[in-house]
């Protein structure tokens, strides 16, 4: 009988029983590989037509790289790389961006250590809670994806309301509270960059509310004993207005350009920074939300450390759609208008994978 959550694909073992035990051990994928196991189980392995599907060629295209230090001087140049980069690939790198690098260092460190607690400690933070502020889990889409990814997160919000310190796990309170306050302001410089990007008074993008609160996930990617089965982080956009993201040097993110997956290769004290989905909407596709993944790796654990640009869990009403300032007759809107929270819930609830959550936003389909 068909096992609900598989999309209808007739499975031969009882994948339900599998997903609900690793769920129940609270130890995600960490635990798994701490039990000592050499193969990979059933739940995470990719269907055969979709590994047959992935598309490896080389490709040449490199990410770009944008030295943010020439905001205090040529100001329009780092706009035009900021505007030039947001519109095709949708994701870059940037240098110079004011976060110390010990901050960095400290914040992949904290991550990596909350992992890497005792399984008793760490498990008190497990839940599915969809209204909880601090959470650790695995997969978050587990029951409804038709494979789970080799990744555990602790998921964080960071606002509208403060988060109270001591909600956070103490091994990495103080490392995520001073990572949050220091994104916050790169955060600001680059709303900036893309509000003039789009040919908008510079305040635009954050006096649209969202600015005010953000989610950091630290993401955990234990070594993977057969790597070419799985992958760490299913095809997807972020559901964000943008995401900043800490990668350490173990690689393995891939976005994906004109149909071909492009590395996004670690590069040292650097920023990844993409458009997310709200923002494509309310610019009305001039930016793109680019989709991209993670492979596994037999090298690891990987950590990184994404932020999420949106309000998660809070009760805004306010409606987004197209900017009206973007708009014209040759650009009519293409996106209906939609509340964070509708968004939301639709992504969460679609999983990651299939479709962008785009789609089901647009007016004509
Ligand atoms: C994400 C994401 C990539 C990474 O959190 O949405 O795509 O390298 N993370 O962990
Ligand atoms: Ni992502």
Redesign the pocket.
Same mark, same amino acid.
């Given at each position: 009988m068909p096992v609900a959550g598989t999309g209808g694909v007739s499975t031969s073992y009882n994948r339900l029983q599998q997903l609900k035990s690793f769920d129940e051990s609270k130890a995600g994928v960490k635990g798994l590989v701490d039990s000592g196991i050499t193969k990979l189980p059933q739940i995470f392995i990719r269907p055969p037509e979709e590994l047959a599907a992935d598309n490896q060629t080389p490709s040449h295209f490199t990410i770009p790289v944008i030295d943010l230090k020439g905001v205090s001087g040529d100001r329009s140049k780092v706009v035009a790389a900021v505007r030039e980069a947001a519109e095709t690939v949708g994701l870059f790198q940037v240098v110079n961006h004011g976060v110390p690098l010990k901050v960095l260092e400290e914040t992949l460190t904290a991550a990596r250590e909350f992992h890497e607690l005792p399984q008793e400690v760490k498990g008190e933070y497990y839940t599915r809670d969809k209204m909880k502020k601090v959470k650790y889990g695995s997969n978050f889409d587990l029951y409804r994806t038709r494979y789970a990814n080799w =990744?555990d997160t602790l998921f964080c919000v960071l606002g509208p309301d403060p988060l109270h310190p001591q909600e956070l796990p103490l091994v990495c309170r103080d490392a995520i509270m001073e990572y949050s306050r220091q994104i916050k302001v790169l955060g600001s410089l680059l709303f900036g960059l893309l509000s003039e990007a789009l040919g908008l008074n510079p305040e635009y993008l954050e006096s649209i509310d969202y600015a005010k609160g953000h989610s950091i996930?630290c993401?955990y990617?234990p070594p993977c004993p057969q790597p070419e089965l799985t992958l760490? #982080?299913t095809k997807?956009s972020?559901p964000g207005f943008l #995401?900043i993201?800490l990668?350490d040097h173990i690689g393995?993110?891939q976005v994906l350009w004109q149909n071909q997956w492009i590395n996004v290769p670690p590069v040292h004290a650097a920023l990844v920074v993409n458009i997310g989905d709200m923002l494509q909407l309310i610019s009305n596709d001039k930016l793109k939300s680019v989709e991209? =993944?993670?492979v596994a790796n037999h090298r690891g654990p990987r950590v990184?450390v994404?932020c999420?640009f949106t309000l998660d869990n809070y009760p805004s009403q306010r409606i987004y759609g197209p900017i009206k300032e973007l708009l014209s007759q040759d650009n009519p809107p293409l996106y209906r208008d939609t509340s964070l929270q509708d968004f939301n819930a639709y992504y969460y609830n679609k999983g990651l994978g299939g479709n962008s959550a785009l789609y089901h936003f647009l007016l004509q389909r």
């Open positions: =990744r996930l993401h990617y760490g #982080t997807h972020d #995401t993201l990668q393995g993110l991209h =993944r993670v990184s994404a999420f």
